[in-house]
């Protein structure tokens, strides 16, 4: 007798905030010295701390020429320290809002030209920027040749590259990505036997062999819905409605556990002191979260594993303690502005 396929049968997480990326492009990107970048008027490096624009009179930037590929995807982070009235941008990429307020920033772009630039806007006051990161984001590229298991460093047929891909390119004829209308941004999943065409390019997000579940959560809810916009008329008889734009927003309960700082890293610096003495600090972080939430991650012939796959930001959360308790925390997430979630159904051979 056939399976049911019933979602639920059990389920499982995955948090991943590591994308593959290349080595930074910035030079001097702590301003540990006054060289290297180039300077509008109005912008000053404080050796060693910052790079400070003030009493800025019309736009003016500072910026490093020559380190950007155009068309290629970046993660920037900008960690700025101050900013007086006034707005800031990004130069160089496109999809990059301006912005108005300073704290550490995190941004997924492509890249539009090859000279980086941070721009004061015309009546910014002041604004202080402690230091900055360009990364590109790496991809695995299809050569019509390779399995996904060789692009992720095995052999064929290892399983090395068994897990959750997001599709970066398409090859304008003949992708092997197969399904109705690929996109870039589109998530998949693949036991690693999948072979790219020349440009059908992916980034890794969760490769199974690589990364652990994640032990301490103990449930995930998704909540999906739709603007209801009123579009009643007077002239009629009875109230009408049209469904506007979809929205997502999740929550996660764990237990706290020590060995795990992914959420918790999100909102505060962490401090670990080893038995012997020695101190590591982790920073907060925005750095980008990929979250894979199976609705049914039994892996048996013939059965279905679903799941929820995107890039998210964590909203909130919580942490306590009580007396008998198996110390509990919850945290709130919607999918990241620039991107979607997306269910997979894998159907089990």
């Known amino acids: 007798m056939a399976k049911s396929r019933l979602i639920g049968n059990d389920g499982a997480i995955y948090l991943q905030p590591i994308v593959n990326l290349g080595d930074e492009v910035i030079v001097n990107p702590s301003f540990t010295s006054d060289t290297v970048w180039d300077k509008d008027s109005d912008w000053t490096i404080n050796v060693g701390e910052q790079a400070v624009a003030t009493a800025v009179n019309t736009d003016t930037s500072i910026s490093q020429t020559s380190v950007l590929v155009v068309d290629t995807w970046y993660r920037v982070i900008i960690d700025v320290d101050s900013l007086g009235a006034g707005t800031w941008e990004v130069e160089g990429f496109t999809g990059i809002a301006v912005q108005n307020s300073s704290g550490i920033k995190t941004f997924t772009a492509k890249a539009t030209g090859t000279t980086f630039g941070i721009l004061a806007k015309t009546t910014t006051t002041t604004m202080a920027v402690n230091d900055v990161s360009v990364k590109e984001m790496l991809s695995f590229e299809g050569d019509n040749s390779d399995t996904l298991d060789e692009l992720a460093g095995g052999a064929a047929a290892s399983e090395a590259g068994k897990g959750f891909y997001q599709v970066t390119s398409v090859a304008a004829t003949g992708t092997n990505f197969t399904w ?170």
């Open 180 to 349: 109705t209308s690929p996109e870039v941004g589109d998530y998949f999943y693949n036991d690693g036997t999948l072979v790219p065409d020349t440009d059908d390019n992916c980034r890794p997000v969760i490769l199974l062999t690589d990364v652990d579940e994640d032990a301490s959560i103990k449930s995930f809810e998704i909540s999906l819905s739709k603007d209801k916009v009123d579009v009643t008329a007077l002239s009629d008889d009875q109230k009408s409605y049209r469904m506007g734009k979809t929205d997502a927003s999740g929550t996660l309960t764990a237990i706290t556990v020590v060995s795990n700082d992914t959420i918790k890293n999100r909102f505060m610096d962490i401090m670990d002191v080893s038995s012997v003495g020695a101190f590591t600090m982790t920073r907060l972080t925005n750095d980008e979260l990929y979250f894979v939430g199976y609705l049914n991650d039994e892996e048996t012939s013939g059965d279905t594993m679903a799941a929820v796959i995107g890039k998210i930001e964590i909203e909130s959360g919580s942490l306590g303690a009580a007396d008998g308790s198996a110390q509990e925390f919850s945290a709130s997430f919607a999918p990241a502005s620039d991107d979607r979630l997306q269910l997979i159904n894998i159907d089990i051979a």
